[in-house]
């Protein structure tokens, strides 16, 4: 190699901080970014607000 290395962007904040209040009567997790309530998905949580993947198996 001639000494090039690759850069690898860091973790950015969303662009809103702002969180969402928890839905009293929901069972949905809620997501650990955003407090949105999470949608289950396949092997996966996924919050619809941020994007943020909640994995059901211990990554």
């Given at each position: ?17 702002e ?38 198996c211990?990554?």
């Amino acid at each position: 190699m001639s000494g090039r290395r690759a850069r690898v962007s860091g973790m950015e904040a969303p662009a809103s901080t702002e969180r969402y209040q928890p839905i009293v009567e929901s069972k949905r997790l809620p997501c650990d970014a955003c407090g949105a309530p999470m949608e289950p998905e396949h092997a996966h949580y996924r919050c619809t607000a941020c994007g943020y993947i909640l994995p059901c198996c211990g990554w």
